[in-house]
């Protein structure tokens, strides 16, 4: 099974500042990663599939990067309603994992 | 609009079992794979199971196998998962969700259904 890491595990920042939130396999996935944005109470949102590719609907201000093990999700300046929890998965091999997750909290 | 609408949940103990529903519109049904997402309590997300549009392909964790069986029937647009033997650490919400090109990008969830394992 393939290990998703995320880090780091919180993320305090300010409306305006950009984040920069990492996921880490334990092994080659390509480029099959996808993130996705969790409010409190709400069901997750898809962001980004495949490594960059933005989803319907998604502001420019999101972006993902990487290959092989290392990705990287950015969000270049935090609006107020992107604050949350982001969760990356690989959809290279079954079982299909998610990694623990990312809270974006103001700081 | 797509929409997914999740219902069966509910307070079960150990041992017994559960049918979870999802009932789906604005899409053609037939056409995408779906699957099934769970999060215990305060925890992260889970993948739980998976099936194709034909349901020739069906796939699972290997904490469900042997307990849980995703199905569709595309006819009522609907999506389901039994689950059989239901231990504690099967609490969660679960959410049904549509699949966008490949099984892993899901772009439309339900708002999910409790689950509550309790003796």
């Known amino acids: 099974e393939i290990v998703l890491t995320q880090s780091p595990a919180t993320l305090s920042l300010s409306p305006g500042e950009r984040a920069t939130l990492s996921c880490r396999a334990s092994q080659s996935i390509s480029n099959y990663l996808v993130w996705y944005q969790q409010k409190l109470g709400q069901a997750p949102r898809l962001l980004i599939f495949d490594t960059f590719n933005r989803a319907t609907g998604i502001p420019a201000r999101f972006s993902g990067s990487g290959s092989g093990t290392d990705f990287t999700l950015t969000i270049s300046s935090l609006e107020p309603e992107d604050f949350a929890v982001y969760y990356c998965?690989?959809?290279?091999?079954?079982?299909?994992?998610f990694g623990q997750g990312t809270k974006v909290e103001i700081k | 609009e797509v929409q997914l609408l999740e219902s069966g949940g509910g307070l079960v103990q150990p041992g017994g079992s559960l049918r979870l529903s999802c009932v789906a519109s604005g899409f053609s049904f037939v056409g995408y794979a779906m699957s099934w997402v769970r999060q215990a309590p305060g925890k992260g997300l889970e993948w739980v199971s998976g099936?194709?549009?034909?349901?020739?392909?069906?796939f699972y964790i290997d904490s469900v196998k042997g307990r849980f069986t995703i199905s569709r029937d595309n006819s009522k647009n609907t999506l389901y998962l039994q689950m059989n033997s239901l231990r504690v650490e099967d609490t969660a919400i679960y959410y049904c969700a549509k699949a966008y090109l490949g099984m892993g990008i899901l772009d439309s969830w339900g708002q999910g259904t409790l689950v509550t394992l309790s003796s």
């Open positions: 998965l690989q959809r290279s091999d079954w079982p299909y994992t």
């Open positions: 099936i194709s549009g034909s349901s020739v392909n069906t």
